[in-house]
């Protein structure tokens, strides 16, 4: 589940593998694509003279539903500026038990003259028991910082971006067990004018080829895989990075994500059909032996990605989401980010000295109810004057 946010690489990952998964897809490096996240339980095989899945696909009426989805994009922040895009996806159940898979094409653009695109592929099947998520993305980003680096400068770059990612995951035990593997390959060159260049050369944010492999372990108890009311999702995986793969540099990314769902138990009103939810996530990303372009970048809404990096990075943050009619909802949130380790400029940073709260609001649309697919409008601030707008496609997580 998505935004249209983040540096390169970011904007077109994210606007994939979180619009369509959730929030902590691949922990690629800071700049380029981060992280994700997925689900599952069991279900009784389905009648072969009466299959389930073919009921999913038409209405009460008899009619088909219709399988494609298309929604705009649209995010405003201090780095892409205005951006807006849009993406269309074809929504349909691989079996009657498991979650609906998705295909689809995501593309966008910027008043800072910057284009992003990326192809995603979401498949669940085996009764929700085996999942794939693919992604081939590409951007041209013209990024436009008000304060780079937290240094009171106004910084322009160019970055060029290329990435590939996939993760598959199969349960191995019953009750939402998962275990899988994941790859990310990118490609992410950054340039600037010749009074900047220097300095970007000089704290390692010239980009790099990186190819990482990594293993998954997930324990999923909710009860909706992309609009959960109840249960939890917990996810710990790693990146290796290694010159032997192909990639200019070897270092390790660790993360962490603990996303736990709680229903209020009644609606607020008659022409509500589903209960407000509290959700709570809690998320940690550690380097080990990277460069500045593979730090950790703070993550929460109203932050530019790729503008606050260091070593390690971990946030909390609370939404909660409130529908108020059968399409119709409203939504607010609220966290804290830390850095720890050291910054970019090789400064110690801890949470003592280096907190980012943020909070917003917005509401909420149901675009396909029988897939769960919806989008958000809001607003949210953090500290400073770091502030956007974001149409998502998704929960955040």
Known sequence: MTSLQWSGAACAVRLTLCVLIGASCFGVPALSAQEAKDPADKAPLADAKHDPALDSQTGPDGEARKPWLITPTLSADPKLGANVGALIAYVKKLDADSTPSMLGLSVSYSDTDSSTGALFGQLY??????????????????????DFL??????ETQDSVHSFAARYMQQFRPGGWFAGIQGVSTNYAVGADDSLQGVIDQIGLSGFDATGLGLILQHDTMDNQRDPGNGHLFT?????????????????????????????GKTWSNRAARAPVIAVQLTARVTDNAPPSGFSSVTLPSYTRGNYLSQHYSHLLIDGRFPITQKFGLVAFGGVGCQFGVDILNRDVSCGDALFPAFGAGVSYMLKEEASLLIRLEFAKGKSDNEAVYLRFGHSF
Do not use: C, I, M, P
């Open 150 to 155: 937290n240094l009171g400068t106004a910084v």
């Open 236 to 264: 710990l995986h790693n990146l290796a990075y290694r010159k032997t793969f192909g990639g200019e540099s070897s270092f390790d990314v660790g993360l962490l994500d603990l996303s736990w769902y709680h229903s209020l």
């Open 125 to 146: 099947w085996g009764q929700d028991t085996r999942r794939l998520t693919l992604l081939l993305a590409s951007a041209e980003v013209n990024n436009e910082y008000d």
